[in-house]
């Protein structure tokens, strides 16, 4: 499933998801049970990935802010309950951390 390292939100379907830092967007493709995605380059080989999402609301190129509204809450992994799935991958090996100790290390 949408699993991983990552943290996820538990919300109603198309609750709107926001952005955590500011970033540009790198895609917006499907992932099996990740469901539709959102990729967003933080710069320095660091990206957020926004997942089990309903509907997308931003294109590759954009640039986000935090707060600034990704997509909607939905359910793409049939196990679990609609929720936003993030997960934070740093350079260089691109593996995933902890999203809330990231996000407080850029504040």
Same mark, same amino acid.
């Given at each position: 499933g949408a699993g991983g390292r990552g943290s996820g939100a538990a919300a109603r379907v198309g609750t709107p998801g926001k952005g955590g830092d500011p970033g540009t967007v790198v895609g917006v493709p499907r992932r099996g049970t /990740?469901? !539709?995605?959102v990729g967003s380059d933080h710069g320095g080989g660091d990206?957020?990935? /926004?997942?089990? !999402?309903n509907t997308g609301t931003v294109k590759p190129g954009n640039v986000v802010k935090r707060g600034d509204v990704i997509g909607t809450v939905g359910v793409s992994d049939p196990d679990l309950s609609p929720h936003l799935h993030l997960e934070i991958r740093t350079a260089p090996s691109q593996q995933a951390v902890d999203p809330e100790s990231w996000l407080r290390g850029r504040r």
């Open positions: /990740y469901g !539709l995605t990206y957020s990935i /926004y997942s089990s !999402l």
